[in-house]
């Protein structure tokens, strides 16, 4: 697995504009898991919609919280499989709960076809009812995406403070965003659906470059983008990558709460993190 310091110079290279070249991408090829993964227990919302959670071994005192999001059309018991994301629980004593898109997709913003439901509020709910059930560490509680779950943890990290720090495997920013974001996004440079360079993908869909999310999120983030030899897929590192990068610092963030329908929501909670 690359280490943080390449994590970190990639991102350099994508937030000044550059097109990574080829013979300086890591030759990280994007492996199918092998091993059939539950999504842990599942529990029912009072919306209708429900999410599964996968709790920490006991005594250690809270724990974070890592959610995952899995792609357009894509089931959370699928998603536990190919992102390895509930073994979190045990490798680094961390509850995760897998949520799932309602009727095939989340709403995702900036054009994405969706039925129009409040993800938003789906999102909260579930951090809300998961700390009912786990001794949760409220600055701790992290999202990681993949694909169309990924553009939903963009629109999450731009509109509402839920989250500390995220992690985007083979999404796109489809919104705008004006509050600080913590983010690491992983792309196959093989990848047609959602396409590293921008350009049409899935459905026709006309994807914004990886590499201009840059400069389109504020000077007060901590943006990294690193690339791999893959195409449209969660590679099997990417999994502590992601919790390594949210875990590597402890943000100041409000206790999670229920974001506001509209553009108001965006919190102005200072954050600490690096520049550009």
């Known amino acids: 697995m690359p280490s943080r310091r390449d994590v970190l110079a990639t991102g350099a290279w994508a937030a000044a504009g550059v097109m990574v070249p080829a013979h300086a991408i890591p030759r990280l090829a994007a492996s199918a898991a092998v091993a059939v993964i539950p999504p842990g227990v599942r529990y029912a919302l009072p919306s209708g919609r429900a999410y599964y959670l996968t709790r920490p071994p006991p005594g250690g005192g809270s724990c974070p919280l890592m959610v995952g999001l899995p792609g357009t059309y894509q089931t959370a018991t699928s998603f536990a499989s190919a992102s390895q994301l509930p073994t979190l629980a045990a490798s680094r004593r961390c509850a995760v709960a897998l949520v799932g898109p309602y009727a095939g997709r989340w709403n995702a913003g900036g054009g994405w076809p969706s039925s129009g439901q409040d993800d938003l509020a789906y999102l909260a709910d579930v951090i ?85 999310e840059g400069w389109r999120v504020p000077r007060a983030s901590v943006w990294s983008l690193m690339p791999h030899t893959g195409g449209h897929a969660w590679p099997a590192w990417a999994t502590h990558a992601v919790y390594d990068f949210c875990a590597r610092d402890r943000l100041a963030t409000a206790p999670p709460r229920r974001p506001s329908s509209g553009p108001s929501g965006r919190s102005s909670s200072p954050r600490r993190g690096g520049g550009s």
């Open 128 to 212: 809300s009812d998961a700390a009912t059930r786990a001794a949760l560490t409220p600055d701790q509680v992290y999202v990681a995406g993949f694909s169309g779950g990924g553009m939903m943890v963009w629109r999450a990290m731009a509109e509402t403070d839920l989250f500390a720090a995220a992690g985007v495997v083979s999404g796109a920013l489809l919104v705008p965003c004006g509050r600080p974001v913590d983010v690491l996004h992983i792309h196959g440079t093989a990848d047609t659906t959602v396409p590293l360079y921008g350009g049409a993908g899935f459905e026709g869909f006309y994807f914004p470059p990886a590499y201009a």
